[in-house]
């Protein structure tokens, strides 16, 4: 949202009123701009190489992180499949299983087997 304070110095109201401050320098047009036009072009320039740099890398780490995050996911899904190759809590022969193993535990606890 702009500013309405009409500051010639501000970072909003001073340009619409005409007066632009360098970037790199920090000078404003009506202390007469820059002192070197020139080489604050050229620092600016390499300003905008190393901040295109920095997005380039910014983005590969990026498509690293969803890719190992993809892996992390499917890695998950497998762990989720029983050893008959269906969900956990939907094989019927893991079920069976789980229940003699239950009642084994139980009668070892209660008789002492």
Do not use: T
Request: proline letters at 4%; a negative charge.
């Amino acid at each position: 949202m702009p500013c309405m304070c009409g500051d010639i110095r501000c970072w909003s109201c001073g340009p619409a009123q005409g007066n632009y401050k360098c970037d790199v320098c920090g000078r404003w047009s009506d202390e007469g701009g820059c002192i070197n036009p020139s080489a604050c072009q050229i620092e600016q320039e390499e300003r905008d190489r190393k901040y295109v740099e920095e997005l380039a890398e910014e983005e590969r780490l990026a498509r690293e992180f969803w890719a190992e995050e993809a892996r992390l996911q499917a890695e998950r899904k497998e762990q989720e499949l029983c050893p008959h190759g269906k969900q956990i809590h939907e094989c019927n022969d893991c079920m069976i299983a789980s229940d003699h193993a239950y009642d084994a535990a139980r009668e070892r606890r209660v008789f002492g087997r």
